[in-house]
């Protein structure tokens, strides 16, 4: 009995190991390139560099609050076709956005803008001319991914004269609160975990 309480203890506090080391904060979900939303912060008519830093920054700590969903949404769409588990393509990515409902107005955000969001994360920024148009990937890294939220987040949020909604920051907090976080599927790990722990899983491999 004090063996069988040990282990199950020892399994208990191993698994929030796992799960706080899981939640650290690379950078990979709340890095954002000031360089490669440029273009956002120049259609929004943000030019102050000192503001468009303090939005980077402001991202960064709400993205930073958010990893756990985050991490579980991009894993969830990642995998749900065939190919790289460990990137999004184009018709995972559509999923998100269908699943999401972000074009309830499609006036707002049409396909052929969705489609070119995609296709603007997959460049290199930090090229231009043909160079940039060569170095364009086929699917999303967890990273360009969360860009590309901001920048959907742009359009679909594009009234910046509103005072709430002036920066980039507001409106993709707009976009995970309202439409991504309620809507998105997402990987249940802790659910996993716990069914593959049960007597009935270990029966079958002891």
């Not at 309480?5 to 950078?27: F, M």
């Not at 049409?110 to 231009?128: A, E, G, I």
């Not at 004269?161 to 309620?182: G, M, Q, S, T």
Request: net charge neutral; aromatic share 8%; with cysteine.
């Amino acid at each position: 009995l004090i063996r069988l309480t040990w282990q199950s203890l020892a399994t208990t506090i191993l698994s929030r190991k796992v799960r706080e080391e899981k939640e650290i904060d690379d950078g990979t979900y709340t890095s954002l390139s000031k360089v490669r939303l440029m273009a956002e912060y120049k259609r929004l008519d943000i030019l102050s560099p000192v503001i468009i830093d303090e939005d980077i920054e402001d991202m960064r700590v709400f993205l930073k609050g958010r990893i756990r969903d985050l991490k579980r949404i991009f894993q969830f769409y990642a995998a749900a076709e065939e190919g790289d588990a460990s990137t999004m393509d184009s018709t995972e990515y559509k999923k998100l956005v269908r699943d999401c409902q972000l074009q309830k107005d499609r006036k707002v955000l049409p396909s052929v803008r969705v489609d070119l969001v995609f296709q603007s994360c997959c460049l290199d920024h930090t090229k231009t001319g043909a160079a940039r148009i060569q170095s364009a990937k086929s699917e999303l890294t967890a990273n360009t991914w969360v860009e590309a939220l901001a920048r959907l987040s742009c359009f679909k949020y594009e009234d910046h004269f509103a005072k709430d909604w002036e920066n980039i920051c507001d409106k993709l907090k707009r976009l995970l609160i309202d439409d991504v976080l309620p809507n998105a599927c997402s990987v249940d790990v802790d659910v996993f975990r716990d069914r593959i722990d049960s007597d009935r899983v270990r029966t079958v491999f002891d």
